[in-house]
T-cell receptor, first 111, second 114 residues
Framework: DVKVTQSSRYLVKRTGEKVFLECVQDMDHENMFWYRQDPGLGLRLIYFSYDVKMKEKGDIPEGYSVSREKKERFSLILESASTNQTSMYLC??????????FGPGTRLTVT | GESVGLHLPTLSVQEGDNSIINCAYSNSASDYFIWYKQESGKGPQFIIDIRSNMDKRQGQRVTVLLNKTVKHLSLQIAATQPGDSAVYFCAVSPPWGNTGKLIFGQGTTLQVKP
């Protein structure tokens, strides 16, 4: 079974802090994704990566950056957390033109 | 581009009845479609997929129907159970690129009444 793990289930940070969310997949997938999920807005793509060190902006990249130094790990970075970044963050991985496998999510609260 | 819409944000059914959740997509060249289930507090889980060379695909208690003429996708759940209560998303693979990117619908919340 594909496993996608995220470093934290719940996280509370203060405004202005730098926040790292880590995602690891164990199936050698080339594609990895970061989404945020908010009530009434569905899943919104923040960034994705189709290879090591390669990244592309999704629909809402402002305020976020990503890092993919190894194939199995994709990190989402909030350079200076703000209260409007309070959300559920979901990581996913996939092969090309195939289903995405999701992690359990990180519920981030910025106070 | 590609966009994905759902017809109903919420569907309430009686336990034991069949459920039908609908989805519409915009790009007739899209060729791969997926349904996900998301239970409260969890990440979305793959249920079933279908490619454009098929009209129907069946799994365990679930059937996906694809109508390419009207660009419509549906998920049918037979004999709905309380454990089926969740948010259901359809997702469409855009016909361009090869990055695994999916376009997701907004989700339909299925409520199963005992």
């Amino acid at each position: 079974d594909v496993k996608v793990t995220q470093s934290s289930r719940y996280l509370v940070k203060r405004t202005g802090e730098k926040v790292f969310l880590e995602c690891v997949q164990d199936m050698d997938h080339e594609n990895m994704f970061w989404y945020r999920q908010d009530p009434g807005l569905g899943l919104r793509l923040i960034y994705f990566s189709y290879d090591v060190k390669m990244k592309e902006k999704g629909d809402i990249p402002e305020g976020y950056s990503v890092s993919r130094e190894k194939k199995e790990r994709f990190s989402l970075i909030l350079e200076s957390a703000s209260t409007n970044q309070t959300s559920m963050y979901l990581c996913a991985s996939s092969l090309s033109r195939a289903e995405q496998y999701f992690g359990p999510g990180t519920r981030l609260t910025v106070t | 581009g590609e966009s994905v819409g759902l017809h109903l944000p919420t569907l309430s059914v009686q336990e034991g009845d069949n459920s039908i959740i609908n989805c519409a997509y915009s790009n007739s060249a899209s060729d791969y479609f997926i349904w996900y289930k998301q239970e409260s507090g969890k990440g979305p889980q793959f249920i079933i997929d279908i490619r454009s060379n098929m009209d129907k695909r069946q799994g365990q208690r679930v059937t996906v129907l694809l109508n390419k003429t009207v660009k419509h996708l549906s998920l049918q759940i037979a004999a709905t159970q309380p454990g089926d209560s969740a948010v259901y998303f359809c997702a469409v693979s855009p016909p361009w690129g090869n990055t695994g990117k999916l376009i997701f619908g907004q989700g339909t919340t299925l409520q199963v009444k005992p």
